[in-house]
């Protein structure tokens, strides 16, 4: 791929996420001269016992079901793609939802909420790794409701609920009710230059306030759906401050129940812009597109009331065999 020349908004977020010189061509030459990345499965039941792919060695928080996968192989195309046996995805949304592993032993018959589910990485992920009660999975962008629904029914994910609600809809009727809450925040988009995608005006400091406040909103409206005792799980696949460890000050300042726990896995990738536990991997490390993530608990103690789809417009519902 030709390299294209760093816009002076890349050069200053550079600056801003990196002091060392090195370092912030090394991230400016991850984005300008994008490489392809492993690709990446989680398997959705056992995995075969011939596996039908040449994988790397699994990482220390690389959850067991997931392979990353030597040289090019398009995954997509396999037949056992079709057949729900397993979905692709970057490698880096699987590093934003390992904290989950991190909590699996405390969290049983749980109830998990994904307040941004599309296309489905993330509740698939989730699913597989806390096998939960009830995974409840929202959608509000009405156009991208029929890809997670999809993807839900390919690969067998039972029991599961679609809705399509704005996260403030959902704030009342399931206030205290989930065990786990998982919010992959909409975003500016910034990683998507990394795979050598368009992200037009991601790094504009208007682009980037304007989703900034529009992932708090989000978080505060699922602040309130988090049981007592409960997890939030934030993820972004951007670069920006103001996107990822600011909106964590944000947080805790409107929400002081809620405490960042220590990921002992991802210790190595502690951001070094926050003094609170949260993790970024860059385009540069070689093992993806580039997140963050940070794990919440609401520290607040009460019962938790039963969850309530009544008034919610169900788009689709799980059966025992799909």
């Known amino acids: 791929m ?18 060392a010189e090195p370092d912030q061509a090394e991230f ?10 492993l690709p990446c499965i989680a398997w959705c039941g056992d995995r075969p016992s011939a596996n039908p792919f040449d994988v790397e060695p699994p990482l220390p928080w690389q959850p067991t079901f997931v392979d ?7 995954p997509g195309q396999h037949p056992l793609h079709e057949a729900g046996a397993f979905y692709c995805l970057d490698f880096s949304s699987v590093f934003a939802a390992s904290p989950l592993l991190s909590i699996a032993e405390q969290v049983t018959d749980s109830i998990i909420v994904d ?5 489905g990485g993330k509740s698939i992920l989730a699913w597989n790794t806390l096998h939960p009660q009830q995974l409840i999975c929202n959608e509000v962008i009405g156009k991208r409701v029929g890809a997670l629904i999809s993807n839900l029914k390919r690969c067998h994910i039972h029991p599961a ?9 959902l704030a009342e009727p ?21 795979k050598g995608q368009k992200a037009p005006g991601c790094f504009h400091p208007v682009t980037i306030n304007k989703n900034a406040n529009r992932q708090k909103r989000i978080l505060a409206n699922s602040a309130a759906v988090v049981a007592p005792g409960g997890y939030l799980l934030y993820m ?27 990921v002992p896995a991802l210790e190595p990738f502690q951001s070094h812009l926050a003094s609170i536990p949260c993790y970024r991997i860059f385009p540069q490390s070689g093992l993806g597109a580039g997140a963050f993530t940070v794990l919440f608990q609401n520290t607040e103690s009460g019962s938790k009331p039963s969850i309530s789809l009544e008034n919610c417009s169900v788009r689709w519902r799980s059966h025992a065999v799909e």
Not at 115 to 119: E, K, L, Q, R, V
Not at 174 to 194: E, I, K, M, N, Y
Not at 236 to 262: D, G, I, K, M
Request: a positive charge; aromatic letters at 8%.
């Open 2 to 19: 030709s390299q294209s020349s760093p816009s002076k908004l890349l050069l200053k977020l550079s600056r801003q996420l990196f002091r």
């Open 28 to 37: 400016i030459e991850a984005l300008t001269v994008p490489k392809l990345y």
């Open 68 to 74: 990353r996968l030597r040289g090019t192989p398009k």
């Open 115 to 119: 307040m941004c589910a599309s296309p």
């Open 161 to 169: 609920i679609a809705l399509s609600a704005d996260t403030q809809v």
């Open 174 to 194: 399931f206030a205290h009710t989930a065990d786990v809450v998982l919010v992959d925040a909409p975003c500016t988009g910034q990683s998507l230059l990394a």
């Open 236 to 262: 972004t696949c951007a670069y920006s401050p103001e996107e990822n460890e600011q909106v964590c000050t944000w947080l805790l300042e409107r929400f002081p129940q809620f405490q960042p726990l220590p």
